[in-house]
Nanobody, 126 residues
Framework: QVQLVESGGGLVQAENSLRLSCAAS????????MGWFRRAPGKEREFVAAISSSGVFKNYGDSVKGRFTISRDNTKRTVALQMNSLKPEDTAVYYC???????????????????WGQGTQVTVSS
């Protein structure tokens, strides 16, 4: 079973950048697809990005496409979310998630993750 810990959140001005990181322990990291989600105050959880076990396949939510980039380092057991051109509406708690691929190398799902981190707050000021 994998455990996830996010880091890198903080307060940033609009149009600036921030990089989130998620460190995984337990389990075989390369057997998991990884995802990032966010929840803004008063809103439902939103899919941000996902990456397949090898890092080849990636999925992005429409609101972040072209601004955010997901990546992973299987040797370091980490997944990162590079966030550029940040907007105030990107303010949210960001969560890292993991889902076993069960042998599917293309698997980078937009939902249905079994394992979650505690989240890290990102606040974008205008």
């Amino acid at each position: 079973q994998v455990q996830l810990v996010e880091s890198g959140g903080g307060l940033v001005q609009a149009e600036n950048s921030l990089r989130l990181s998620c460190a995984a322990s337990g389990g075989i990291f390369s057997n998991y697809a990884m995802g990032w989600f966010r929840r803004a105050p008063g809103k439902e959880r939103e899919f941000v990005a996902a990456i397949s076990s090898s890092g080849v396949f990636k999925n992005y939510g429409d609101s972040v496409k072209g601004r955010f980039t997901i990546s992973r380092d299987n040797t370091k057991r980490t997944v990162a979310l590079q966030m550029n051109s940040l907007k105030p509406e990107d303010t949210a708690v960001y969560y890292c998630a993991a889902e076993p691929t069960n042998g599917r190398p293309w698997f980078a799902p937009r939902d249905s993750y079994d394992y979650w981190g505690q989240g890290t707050q990102v606040t974008v000021s205008s």
